[in-house]
């Protein structure tokens, strides 16, 4: 059962500050709720996790799609008595449901982009959920300016755009009343998500940086939601998102997703990045499908571009066609070469440098002045940026001025700049008659400019070709390589937009590219834009979701964690905590027992700089080896000269070291060489190799045993370290292919040893031991917790079928830490496991008369 102990996410967030926004809200339902408790139970940040096993009264999918804004337009009636809303055609949301079954209901969750009087919020709300299934979040105006305008714009899109705030002016310092509202406000959208989810049926898809805490408050309230994030913004490089004060918060809340989505693999490789060197976390890639192990959950990472809404598209050129404003464009530049920029007014879209490119291709190429054409549309910035664009735009005006003076003459001018909004009409009638599209953004998430191009390029199905282009369908791209788009972009001329020259020789070479290049390459794009629209893009995005979440109401789930350290872990039905209870009760009642623990990890802490155990571990070990009816060993992968040294107080107790090559069964016995082979010419040949890689890898280092070798890289750079591991691994397995030895890697270490030498060894022979001594064992303890104590679980699971144990025999298999393993049990961390041991310890000391010696 989930703890009720938090009260107030956003004050474990952040500590203890008023709440802001309006008071709770008229409730208004439009499904039955199928999860255990009351509506009023709900609506407390007191109640606990939903995870309901009864069936749902509705079996019908639906998509709740949570964002910042609703996909609607709003505006005042004329009598001002009331508001009037649309669709808003435009917004990438009202698209997605393109991609879903027709059958599937679709619910939006989201802000309106204007304000609302608190008096009137309960009937526009009401209205539009009736009329347009949505459900707005009215967000107070003071916390809209620290949410969206503060925190949003000053310090998380200039971050994920690559603007480190070195000083006041250059992006925005970090305010922690800012953050503190930006949680607030995303337990706001919760709380609307709350009132009309239904758990067990809905898919929640949320949409963008504004939003990247809310997974949290809808996992602590619902432990197996279907839950999908998609990032529209890049995601930075691990260097840049670590100097984000709160950056382990936002990572964590993200990672309550079942679904992570980036339109490229750059942004999720950075993500993993940083859950790599921030959590340890280390990704898997199978069957073309890469996952994050979370605590048992699989978060999925899902990397797929957007694509634009052809339909929208070609219906917009049908009535370009037959405005006056395509053939007005026609003929005003007549004669010319035009090449356009559509781009939102920012500094991020690198506008300027394509003016000063434009200029430099004039300069070198002169036979294009008088006959090639910039114009430069630049969108209204969308609300308060957070940055100052006084000198962006000044800088703009003045090359523009001095381009034109320089190379304009009368009935020309090579820079035409428009800064005034444009209908979509307009901007397709000029997409229409341009020969080259120019994107040089020095940084951006997406960009849907070149798409939009291509296919007004292409034109209206069914319509006359273009006269002017010869019949031909062409078009050509000059696109930045620092935006989503360029990947998808094969046929586009790539670049680095901070390089001028390199980018005016583009935009030459662009517009002098003969027409059956264009058209072969306009024709390969076009393929690529038709077939990848939003459509495809939302689909493919729902089946991740639903593969990803197949298994969430055949594990065990429950939360853990307070503020935003909660995670869900899910784990299979058969795979439970140690009760130690439990344990004790068997270990009494049993007879002949086998205890086998790790010990690095196990007994001892991982990362421990204390090499030696405590007295209080020395003390228990004692107890347990002394009792005559026990054998107790401790397997490791350390030496057996340090291992003697540490555990040198206990008399009794047997040690398997490296991994199981030296054997001993108390002190007063010889040790057992257990492998066969006594020639290791083959460490020659492995340490060379070994070496190799330590020089080349800082803070690694080479661990030299009698029977092993070692190469760990735990203090190294964790990506270059695996990196390094995971070509060492090929190398080693080549050179060393016909010699007796194995090559594994394990917890940031890289070992060679033996082919015979293993844990499972070790505890195939003991169990053997005790059973051809007529103490075959009835109880069995062991304990681990990485990959090489996974042969001990695996021979204890063989071990009934191959009579070394008896049907009889009680046996816990335990792992240190909830992750998946062959054990059947787990204990979190080595303060548990010492725990349970201690329990033991003490049950060894106070022996139970059994009826036998009684009748003795």
Partial sequence: MQSRSYTNL?????????????????????????????????????ASSVASDNPSSLSMD?????????????????DNKGWSFTWDDDSLLFRLKDGFPDDMEVLYVGSLNVDVDPIEQDDVAQVLLDRFGCVPTFLPPNLIEKFYDGFCKKQLWPLFHYMLPFSADHGGRFDRSNWEAYVAANKLFSQKVIEVINPEDDFVWIHDYHLMVLPTFLR?????????????????????????????????????????????????????????????????????????????????????????????IESVMKLADKEWRVSELKQQFQGKTVLLGVDDLDVFKGINLKLLAMEQMLKLHPS???????????????????????????????????????????????????????????????????????????????????????????????????????????????????????????????????????????????????????????????????????????????????????????????????????????????????????????YIKSKKRAILLDY?????????????????????????????NNTVFIVSGRGRESLSKALAPCKKLGIAAEHGYFMRRSQDVEWETCGQSTDF?????????????????????????????????????????????????????????????????????????????????????????????GNQADFVLCIGDDRSDEDMFEIIGNAISKNMLSVNTTVFACTVGQKPSKAKYYLDDTSEVILMLENLAEATDTPVTSEDDESE
């Fill in 62 to 78: 639906r998509m709740i799609i949570v964002a910042n804004q609703l996909p609607l337009k709003a505006k005042r009636r004329p």
């Fill in 600 to 628: 690095d990890g196990t007994v001892m802490p991982q990362n421990s700089i204390i090499k030696t155990p405590s007295r209080q571990v020395i003390s228990i070990l004692e107890r347990l080896s002394g009792d005559a």
């Fill in 681 to 773: 010419g083959w460490m020659q040949m492995a340490e060379p190799v070994m070496k190799l890689y330590t020089e080349s890898t800082d803070g690694s280092s080479i661990e030299t045993k009698e029977s092993a070798l070692v190469w760990q890289y735990r203090d190294a750079d964790p990506g270059f370290g695996f990196a390094q591991a995971k070509e060492m691994l090929d190398h080693l397995e080549s050179v060393l292919a016909n010699e007796p030895v194995a090559v594994k890697s394990g917890q940031y270490i890289v070992e060679v040893k033996p082919q015979e030498a293993s844990k499972g060894m070790v505890a195939e022979k003991i169990f053997t031991s005790m059973a051809q001594n």
């Fill in 10 to 46: 956003l004050e474990l967030a952040s500590g203890n500050f008023p709440v802001m926004g309006r008071e709770k809200e008229r409730r208004k339902l439009t499904r039955v709720m199928t999860v255990p408790g009351s509506i009023t139970e709900l609506e407390d940040d007191q």
């Fill in 368 to 586: 294009w002045q008088g006959r090639a054409v910039l114009v430069q549309i630049a969108n209204p910035s969308r609300g308060k940026s957070g940055i100052d664009f006084d000198e962006i735009q000044l800088e703009i005006q003045e090359s523009c001025k001095r381009i034109n003076d320089q190379f304009g003459k009368p009935g020309y001018q090579p820079i035409i700049y428009i800064d005034t909004p444009l209908s979509v009409g307009e901007r397709v009638a000029y997409y229409s008659i341009a020969e080259c599209v120019v994107v040089t953004a020095v940084r951006d998430g997406m960009n849907l400019t070149p798409y939009e191009y291509i296919v007004c390029r292409q034109g209206v199905s069914g319509s006359d070709p273009d006269p002017d282009s010869g019949g031909l369908k062409k078009s050509m791209l000059v696109v930045s390589e620092f935006i989503g788009c360029s990947p998808s972009l094969s046929g586009a001329i790539r670049v680095n937009p901070w390089n001028v020259e390199s980018t005016s020789e583009a935009m030459n070479e662009a517009i002098s590219m003969s027409d059956s290049e264009k058209q072969l390459r306009h024709e390969k794009h076009y393929r690529y834009v038709s077939t990848h629209d939003v459509g495809y893009w939302s689909r493919s995005f729902l089946q991740d979701m639903e593969r990803t979440c197949a298994d969430h109401f055949r594990k065990r789930c429950w939360g853990i964690g307070l503020g935003f350290g909660f995670r869900v872990v899910s784990l299979d039905p058969n795979f439970r905590k140690l009760s130690i209870d439990d344990i004790v009760t068997a």
């Fill in 220 to 312: 602590r309230r619902f432990n197996r939601l279907r839950m999908g994030f998609f990032l529209h913004s890049p995601f930075p490089s691990s260097e840049i998102y670590r100097t984000l004060p709160v950056r382990e918060e936002i990572l964590k809340a993200l990672l309550n997703s079942d679904l992570i989505g980036f339109h490229t693999f750059d942004y999720a490789r950075h993500f993993l990045s940083c859950c790599s060197r921030m959590f340890g976390l280390e990704y898997q890639s199978k069957r073309g499908y890469i996952g994050l192990d979370y605590y048992g959950r699989t978060v999925g990472i899902k990397i797929m571009p957007v694509g634009i809404h052809m339909g929208q």
